[in-house]
């Protein structure tokens, strides 16, 4: 009876080392940056409903720019995150393609955009429970024990300015900037390399609550400003200290 007493501590305290290891727990903070180009819908540029089967032609090199988005993310468990994002970029709109060439019209934007978010990891990678990998050991061979597959959500804002071509900016539709409320909603992937790198792919769909984000409405228009980001992601994960704040040391190191 005292030997199967004995295992059983034994056990239960060999588990409570093991979950204490977990990856996670010991590097709780990641800080990220990604970039990619930015894809704009608004009232400038595109194609009419019925000249346009499921909105693909709406995506034109014409109307892509670029971003760069920092993160400063925090593990709250092994499947959440909470995550602020300040992202900045370039949006562009053009009647050089679409239904409205006649109109001729053309908006180029510039936005900052300060978001909160929480991740919700619905595959999460398995080399993160390893112990000999998180001390140097060989990562799993297997290509897909490496991977997280994730969503995101949350709610922000975004600073713009426009500027457009002479015809737009005489029309007296024309706003030159302001602040608008956004709801991003997003999947992504990403590859662990390493127990303190990471990289990754992000689909981001950006909801405005206004419709000038490219300067201009329509009598038309039912709809408020979208716009995409996919960008390319480098994590790096910071070793949460004792007092558990990011430990300053490491990221020097």
Not at 133 to 158: C, E, I, P, T, V
Request: aromatic letters at 20%.
């Amino acid at each position: 009876m005292k030997k199967n007493l004995i295992l059983f501590l034994s056990v239960c305290f060999v588990s409570q080392i093991a979950e204490a290891q977990e990856l996670w727990m010991i590097k709780r903070y990641e800080a990220t940056l990604g970039f990619g180009p930015t894809f704009f819908f608004g009232d400038v540029g595109g194609f009419s409903v019925g000249e346009n089967s499921a909105g693909f032609k709406d995506f034109s090199f014409l109307q892509t720019r670029f971003n760069v988005d920092l993160n400063l993310k925090y593990r709250v468990l092994k499947n959440v995150t909470a995550r602020f994002s300040f992202s900045g970029g370039l949006l562009k709109a053009t009647d050089e393609r679409g239904s409205n060439e006649e109109r001729g019209f053309e908006a180029s934007t510039t936005f900052f955009s300060p978001v909160l978010l929480g991740e919700y990891y619905f595959i999460k990678n398995k080399v993160e429970d390893s112990y000999g990998f998180q001390n140097g050991g060989k990562r799993d061979a297997n290509f897909l024990n490496s991977l997280d597959l994730y969503f995101f959500s949350g709610m922000g804002g975004m600073f713009y300015s426009v500027s457009g071509n002479e015809k737009l900016e005489s029309h007296k539709n024309f706003k030159s900037g302001g602040f608008a409320a956004v709801f991003p909603v997003g999947v992504g992937s990403k590859f662990t390399y390493s127990p303190h790198f990471e990289f990754g792919l992000e689909l981001s769909g950006r909801y405005a609550l206004s419709d000038y984000i490219d300067g201009y409405t329509s009598q038309y228009s039912k709809y408020n400003d979208v716009y995409f980001y996919l960008n390319f992601v480098f994590i790096y994960k910071i070793k949460t200290g004792d007092n558990g704040l990011p430990s300053f040391r490491m990221i020097i190191d």
